[in-house]
């Protein structure tokens, strides 16, 4: 994906201030605009510039685009850190109908479509967005977190500053990746008698040592040694209600899948684990283990290859 350096399709700095900002696209937009420009390039450029505008001229979303720097290199390919855009609060909506590239959508397509309610349609102040990055057992437990988003503005000589505030939630078990927790009334407030907005927070997980999500299973690479795999054998393996004894049927291979019941994300019903087989192989690393791999490869008339046919 390539990288867009909105400041540079602006003709801006990167510490240029809110009416710099507009008086820039002002100009641009008069002379790229399709229906009266005679550059080549109009459509694009225009299209360019509208996106780097919406980014731009919205605080959070410039905030946060900030974090990015300069970007990769010349030829390098660009993909956003897992957990890029978390801990910032997003207020507004950008155009819903507007066509963006993918470098925009790969960073704001959830806040940046996200819809706010207007006093006047819903009779609430404007909600708010965020996304914040948990430890799979805050899905696993639940309960209380405590966590602080930054919340990007204009200050009076139209620069960018960030502010912070610190909720604390309650985290709903078994909660999944990508859905949100709505906070009444910690969005805008409203002039009135209107009632303030809500924030809704959208959740990710961080990677875990032991388990990958999929849905609301979890699953678990689990290393075995040959002979446990050929055999078969009863070994201990973490879960996330503690350690149990897992039987390996004799005969199994790499990508054998074993499922344990009810033991991933608390749910109705709840999901399950998967166990999934690998192969480990252990090193010879002294003369006792070559000589016993020796002895195996002499008393064993095993082709690994033999499919290929060779």
């Given amino acids: 994906m390539e990288f867009k350096d909105y400041y540079k399709i602006m003709g801006v700095a990167r510490d240029a201030t809110e009416a710099q900002i507009k008086t820039a696209y002002r100009k641009l937009a008069r002379k790229y ?102 430890d799979l057992e805050a899905s696993l437990l639940g309960g209380q977190r405590s966590f602080t988003l930054r919340v990007p503005f204009v200050n009076a000589s139209g620069h960018l500053e960030s502010k912070e505030r610190t909720l604390n939630v309650q985290i709903p078990k078994g909660i999944l ?77 790499a990508g054998t899948k074993l499922r344990l019941k009810g033991r991933g994300i608390p749910s109705t019903p709840p999901g399950d684990l998967y166990a999934v087989l690998e192969i480990a192989l252990p090193p010879a690393a002294d003369d006792k283990a070559k000589a016993a791999y020796l002895a195996m490869a002499a008393a064993l008339p095993f082709n690994p290859r033999a499919n290929l046919g060779v």
Avoid: C
């Avoid at 980014?55 to 290199?73: C, I, S, T």
């Avoid at 957990?83 to 066509?99: I, K, L, Q, T, V």
């Avoid at 002979?227 to 049927?249: C, D, F, M, N, R």
């Fill in 33 to 134: 605009h399709p229906d009266v420009s005679k550059e080549k390039d109009a459509e694009a450029r225009f299209k360019d510039l509208g996106e780097a505008y919406e980014v731009l001229k919205n605080p959070e979303k410039r905030a946060a685009y900030d974090q990015l720097g300069q970007g990769p290199r010349p030829g390098e390919e660009f993909r956003p850190p897992p957990d890029w855009g978390s801990g910032f609060e997003f207020s507004g909506a950008g155009d819903n109908d507007a066509a963006y590239s993918d470098f925009f959508e790969s960073l704001f397509g959830r806040q940046g479509r996200a819809r706010s309610r207007g006093p006047f349609q819903s009779g609430h102040g404007e909600d708010h967005h965020a996304k914040i990055v948990l």
């Fill in 177 to 253: 990746a990508g859905q949100t927790i709505r906070l009444a009334g910690q969005g805008s407030p409203a002039a009135g008698e209107v009632s303030a907005g809500d924030l809704f927070i959208e959740i990710e997980f961080q990677g875990h040592r032991y388990y990958q999500v999929e849905g609301r299973d979890l699953m678990l690479s689990l290393p075995v040694a040959p002979w446990e795999a050929t055999l078969g054998a009863s070994i201990a393996i973490p879960t996330p209600s503690g350690h149990v004894q897992l039987k390996i049927p004799p005969g199994s291979h």
